[in-house]
């Protein structure tokens, strides 16, 4: 028996319900492989506001410092729209993601075969993507300083946040891309704006002699990220592993989250390096956010949170095994055409968050006798 620690931060609005479906199936896992948990709940974001006065506890984040892997809901929601920019729920996950220092953000896009109609785009443009966005967390205009607004006095107001990388960051985010790639299709795309920006130009620099000092095998291209915010909607198979900055990472994940069909798909890990045990500092949520609007209804889609748990079972507890396994349960509920509302298409079964749960609860279920 493996016992691996995991802090579970369900956040706010949604992160609750599809948290619950979440623990189903580290549940499931427990009782039918050889990994057992050690799980331990906290607050992140609003909840944590209301319960500690800060959206990210010291306690908490000692206790994610400590565990194996923290697995997040997500945070946010129009209650606290008014409280003070540094203690906004929002600056909860972004002071846990500098203080492990999670500098790798890994946003996978797949479309699953049953789900190619619930693209907005083409059938033939989207059957079969695969790609890796790996955005870097822990740099650039989300840390930057000086940043702030300014009063200057004459009835007008300074807005500031500064673009700011260093070798050092481009590099440890660049070598993750290439170690994937070479797990993948042996293709990186590096996106940045070098024509205006000179962070972007130390950007291409840096991933450019990196890749001639130790990447020669993997095939490197560089791409203006508004050029490649057009291509991924152009022809996004031509794309194996993108990394990008924090900003742009955040803007192309979203627009590749779409090609997929629907936010409610994709998960995402964030990971710091390695020690010399090769245990990391990792962090795993679904990249959709609170949806206050639907929060309390039983209407999420639990998918994405599920699947986020797999990539930690790839991870961090190097079951890529089990990940898979989960990873086909989720394709397989969607073949059944069990749908929630978000990725609902004619013919299909609507179901809610806890429903979906238990059905990819009873195709694990069904996957193991069939395997037994
Ligand atoms: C994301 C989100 C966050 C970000 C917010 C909630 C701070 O949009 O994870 O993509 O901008 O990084
Ligand atoms: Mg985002």
Same mark, same amino acid.
């Given at each position: ?46 909840? /944590? ?19 194996? /892997?923290? %697995? ?42 049953? %789900? ?30 000086? *940043? ?25 985010? /660049? ?76 803007? %192309? ?85 069990? *749908? ?18 238990? /059905? ?13």
């Amino acid at each position: 028996m493996t016992k691996h620690s995991i802090v579970i931060l369900p956040g706010d609005g949604i992160g609750h319900e599809v948290m619950a479906e979440v623990k189903k199936i580290i549940h499931w896992v427990s009782a039918n492989t050889d990994l057992s948990f050690d799980i331990t709940e906290d607050h992140l974001g609003g909840t /944590a506001i209301d319960a500690y006065g800060v959206p990210l506890a010291d306690s908490t984040l000692e206790k994610c410092r400590a565990a194996d /892997a923290v %697995l997040m809901g997500a945070v946010g929601g129009p209650q606290w729209d008014k409280v003070d920019y540094n203690i906004r729920p929002e600056a909860g996950l972004l002071r846990l993601r500098k203080e492990l220092e999670l500098f790798a953000n890994l946003r996978p896009a797949i479309v699953f075969d049953a %789900l190619v109609d619930a693209s907005t785009l083409k059938a033939e443009i989207v059957r079969g993507l695969n790609i890796m966005i790996v955005r870097e967390l822990t740099g650039g205009v989300y840390f930057g300083s000086p *940043r702030g607004i300014e009063d200057l006095g004459n009835g007008q107001r300074r807005g500031v946040n500064t673009q700011v990388y260093t070798t050092m960051e481009i590099e440890r985010v /660049a070598r993750v891309a290439f170690e994937l790639a070479r797990k993948r299709h042996g293709r990186v795309t590096s996106c940045e704006k070098a024509n205006v920006m000179e962070s972007g130009k130390l950007w291409r620099e840096d991933v450019t002699a990196l890749h001639a000092r130790e990447y020669g095998d993997v095939q490197l291209n560089h791409m203006y990220a508004d050029n490649c915010a057009m291509q991924l909607l152009r022809n996004p198979k031509q794309f194996d592993v993108i990394v990008t900055d924090n900003l742009f990472g955040d803007i %192309l994940s979203d627009e590749a989250s779409m090609l997929t069909g629907s936010l409610g798909m994709l998960p995402s890990a964030s990971l710091g390096a390695a020690d010399e045990n090769g245990k990391r500092a990792a962090l795993y949520e679904p990249v959709h956010g609170s949806a206050p609007d639907i929060a309390g209804q039983g209407k999420a889609n639990p998918l994405a949170a599920i699947l986020s748990f797999a990539m930690a079972l790839t991870y961090s507890f190097h079951r890529g095994d089990i990940g898979e396994q989960i990873e086909w349960a989720v394709e397989d509920v969607l073949a059944q055409g069990i *749908r929630t509302g978000d990725i609902m298409a004619d013919g299909c079964t609507p179901v809610g968050t806890a429903a979906m749960g238990d /059905a990819v609860l009873q195709t694990l279920e069904r996957q193991k006798a069939n395997a037994a």
